[in-house]
């Protein structure tokens, strides 16, 4: 099994940074892809970026492409999302998630549904 814990959420205004931390333990077999979703009353839950650990490039959604990074420790047991240049409409609770992939297509496609652990998720508020 996986667990993992968020945490670093807060309020800020727009412009301001935030940076998440997400705690990763259990069978690292399980968690070889790992990322970011977020999700704002009445939405879907959205990707906003995941990375393949071993290797390879991040994937980050096009809305924060340029403000956000996605970064995992040495130990892959930490993952970061570091948030520049904060917008309203960054606003959601933001959930850190894992799964096992064998190809690192299907990590950086981000679909919420195939990602089989949760965390518990951290409240993001950014005001005008």
């Known amino acids: 099994q996986v667990q993992l814990v968020e945490s670093g959420g807060g309020s800020v205004q727009a412009g301001g940074s935030l940076t998440l931390s997400c705690a990763a333990s259990g069978n690292a077999y399980l968690r070889n892809c790992i990322g970011w979703f977020r999700q704002a009353p009445g939405q879907e839950r959205e990707e906003v970026a995941t990375?393949?650990?071993?290797?390879?490039?991040?994937s980050l959604a096009d809305s924060v492409k340029g403000r956000f990074t996605i970064s995992l420790d040495n130990t892959w047991s930490t993952l970061y999302l570091q948030m520049n240049g904060l917008k309203p409409e960054d606003t959601a609770m933001h959930y850190c998630a894992a799964r096992r992939v064998w190809v690192a297509e299907d990590c950086y496609a981000g679909r919420a549904p195939d990602f089989s652990y949760w965390g518990q998720g951290t409240q993001v508020t950014v005001s005008a």
């Open positions: 990375l393949k650990t071993g290797g390879g490039g991040p």
